[in-house]
């Protein structure tokens, strides 16, 4: 497969034509020699991951359940026998005291089944579980009730219930669940309860109303009922039963408890033989709620595939051994990997670059999802960011050469079981959502490129299913996902200025861009902040450059001094110069999966919400805001960083949002 890398590069706008050192034009990917490239394709194999996707949708893998650990095992074996020798599993326990940093653990699960029928007036059942894995809301427990139903609407505030007698009976309640058993069975002593409550808005939205959604009570609450979920059309029929004064008695069984149980987590590496104790990691999260296809068995098995396939090429003698150790981790979402980094503190030391999986393998015209690649933190830039966008431009190139000149399919990236089209895809700026908010938290500091399929309208529902999925996009992010990993482990000194290359022509694009947004800033100063944390960004992409091939580092070092800013900002007259300092006992997110820390610190009914959260993007703000609290800057120079680097946001936000940090303890002022 021989591809002039510059000709893809310039049809991404990479590059200025640059002339580069002779015999790169027949790379695929410029830093690597097309015999490595092809090492690499030649071990992929996207049906295979599909295939995986298949094994794995057949367990129902919620955190700390027997499904998960199953699923666990099941990688596990397969890694062995792929001759990932040292694959094991390590086990954390989950039992609603352990902690892990601020994050306490929550209580695992052990359904076994559940059943929900209509009595009378017609008798027939309505949802039953393991057939429909997601008809059981997580956390249920045991219970054998025949009563009437009463509809609540949301049922989330205490209004629902005027004029309602719930005690005894079960009630259909729209709103989130654990707020739901709250309203409804702690306090006014209802049985359970029946849910439709609605998936992640699209703009797809409601059009399928046969989708049932994944829905979980709390997993720290001891006492919880039961729960079972329904689709829109099943609980609007219901509702209208109701409201034409219909009596409906319902039997509900349900088999199931919360337990003591181990977040598990499956690892396995293929030993570096130069600098063995730096690592690069590639995670995916190994839940959901079976089938849970593209969310997230899609990522797990491109991560299998990737350790599989390097392993193979290194047994075979088609790759020579990596010089950096490549570790491979699932999962349970967000909480594993929490507990993984604090139990591990030396793994996030050595880990240099990482990539993390979640929904990778969507067919764009079910899903209607696409696929996106989004780089590391902005409070972390780093070269990964430029390896993955070099693999990125090669996957498109000759996946779109394919789909539109036909000819040669296994050069285009295509499996014959899967589809022919272009990827489709883009690379953004981070998004949360995912392990990556874990291991790039400041407390760990990996910086990680993000792959991720969205939006899907399958998501978190019983529709998201192996026939959604595309054995050709499994193997292309298989294979991009290979090739950044490689890079980062193997890619020798001598190729490195190459690399250094094609990352100055990557960093001056993203210069030009923030040259613009610096030009339609209506304020100077702002304008001036974008300009200074444009270098700031590019001058730590080189070093992390430099401190990875030591050969780059005199000329990424040039560059970076010409770069550094020479004029500090002038100070404001209203500035805020107070300077927070971080608790060590926080490290992580505040939010841990179905942990909320502000909730634990200052009660389930404080008010959290501020001005920066409430912005489009303020996820990612709200947790950079803290990723930036280095116990030097002060709460304007946070503000600042901020503003060169994503938006202009008033300092009084980030100020309001310090302060609540401050009240929950997550931050001190010096
Ligand atoms: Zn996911």
Redesign the pocket.
């Known amino acids: 497969m021989k591809r002039r890398w510059v000709e893809q590069l310039l049809a991404l706008g990479l590059v200025a034509g640059a002339p580069v050192a002779g015999g790169a034009e027949d790379r695929m990917v410029p830093f690597w020699p097309q015999a490595v490239t092809d090492a690499i394709h030649g071990e992929i194999d996207g049906g295979a991951a599909l295939r995986t996707v298949r094994d794995l949708g057949r367990f129902h893998r919620v955190h700390g359940s027997p499904g998960f650990t199953a699923a666990a095992e099941m990688m596990r074996e397969r890694l062995i026998a792929a001759g990932l020798a040292d694959a094991a599993i390590e086990r954390f326990p989950a039992d609603g005291t352990t902690r892990y940093a601020h994050f306490r653990s929550y209580l695992g699960w052990n359904p076994t089944e559940a059943s929900l029928e209509e009595v009378s007036p017609h008798a027939r059942p309505i949802a039953r579980f393991p057939d429909l894995a997601v008809a059981l809301a997580d956390y249920s427990q045991d219970a054998d009730v025949t009563a009437e139903l009463v509809d609540v609407g949301r049922g989330a505030a205490p209004a629902d219930y005027a004029g309602k007698a719930v005690r005894g009976r079960l009630v259909l309640a729209s709103g989130p669940l654990p707020l739901v058993h709250r309203r409804a069975v702690e306090e006014r002593g209802a049985a359970g309860f029946l849910s439709d409550y609605p998936n992640q808005r699209t703009a797809w939205s409601g059009d399928d109303r046969d989708l049932v959604r994944w829905g979980h009570l709390s997993p720290y609450q001891t006492g919880n009922t039961f729960a079972f979920m329904l689709s829109a059309r099943q609980s609007q029929d219901l509702r209208n039963r109701l409201a034409a004064g219909e009596k409906i008695v319902l039997h509900a069984r349900v088999s199931a408890r919360m337990v003591p149980a181990t977040y598990d987590v499956v690892t396995a590496t293929i030993a570096g033989q130069e600098r063995p104790g730096e690592e690069v990691v590639l995670t995916a ?1 190994l839940c959901h709620e079976s089938a849970g296809a593209n ?2 068995a899609s990522g797990s098995a491109a991560v299998f595939e990737i350790a599989r396939a390097l392993r193979s090429a290194v047994a075979r003698g088609t790759l020579a051994a990596p010089r950096r150790t490549l570790r491979f981790l699932w999962l349970p ?1 967000i909480a594993g990997s929490q507990a993984w980094l604090v139990r591990h503190p030396e793994a996030a030391r050595a880990t240099v670059a990482g990539i993390h999986m ?2 990778v393998g969507g067919l764009l015209a079910t899903t209607h999802g696409t696929f996106h690649l989004s780089r590391s933190a902005e409070s972390h830039p780093h070269v990964v960011d430029e390896i993955a966008r070099a693999w990125l431009a090669a996957v498109v190139r000759a996946s779109e050469r394919y789909a539109e000149r036909g000819g040669d399919a296994y050069a285009g990236l295509a499996w014959p079981s899967g589809s022919r089209e272009s990827f489709l895809t883009d690379l953004r700026g981070v998004e949360m959502g ?1 392990d990556h908010q874990v291991f790039e938290e400041a407390s760990f500091g990996v910086p990680m490129v993000y792959f991720h399929d969205w939006p899907d309208v399958t998501i978190h529902t019983n529709k998201d299913l192996p026939e959604n999925l595309d054995a050709t996009k499994l193997g292309r992010v298989a294979f991009l996902g290979a090739g950044i990993a490689w890079t980062l482990a193997a890619l020798p000194d001598a190729e490195a200025p190459r690399l250094l290359a094609v990352t100055r022509a990557g960093l001056a694009e993203r210069a030009a861009c923030a040259g613009l947004r610096a030009e339609l800033s209506g304020y100077a100063r702002d304008a001036a902040l974008i300009r200074r944390e444009a270098a700031v960004v590019t001058s730590a992409t080189l070093r992390s450059l430099g401190a990875l091939w030591p050969s780059a580092a005199g000329a990424a070092g040039t560059e970076e001094a010409r770069l550094r800013d020479p004029s500090p900002m002038a100070p404001l007259a209203d500035s805020d110069g107070r300077v927070p300092v971080r608790n060590p006992d926080v490290r992580g997110p505040l939010g841990v999966y179905y942990y909320d820390h502000l909730a634990e610190m200052l009660g389930p009914d404080a008010e959290v919400e501020t001005a920066l959260a409430r912005r489009d993007g303020g996820e990612v703000l709200t947790w950079e805001a803290l990723n930036l609290v280095d116990g030097r800057r002060s709460v304007q120079e946070i503000r600042d960083v901020l503003t060169g680097r994503y938006e202009p946001v008033p300092v009084a936000e980030v100020a309001e949002y310090l302060d609540l940090l401050a009240r929950a303890r997550v931050v001190s002022w010096r």
């Open positions: 999260h969310d997230n979402e979640d929904m995912s």
